[in-house]
């Protein structure tokens, strides 16, 4: 399961450094945390991943900023 430059795309709505809607995994399948219930977004009835890659952070701030929204 490989997701399609997911760390890339604009941010969503609820996206915040601590959470994302769907994963921003590269590659998922090796995610300490796939498929972990109440954690992944792939089990979550809300698509939201509460354990996005640890280099998301600064990930969230340089879209907010290439976005208008710092």
Not at 15 to 36: A, F, Q, S, W, Y
Not at 39 to 45: I, Q, W, Y
């Amino acid at each position: 399961m490989k997701n399609i430059n997911p760390f890339h795309d604009p941010l969503k709505l609820e996206d915040t450094e601590k959470k994302t809607v769907g994963c921003r995994h590269t590659k998922p399948d090796i995610c300490g945390k796939n498929l972990m219930p109440e954690v992944c977004a792939f089990c979550r009835t809300d698509g939201i991943c509460m354990s996005p890659p640890a280099s998301w952070k600064k990930q969230f701030q340089k879209l907010k900023k290439d976005a208008g929204k710092d």
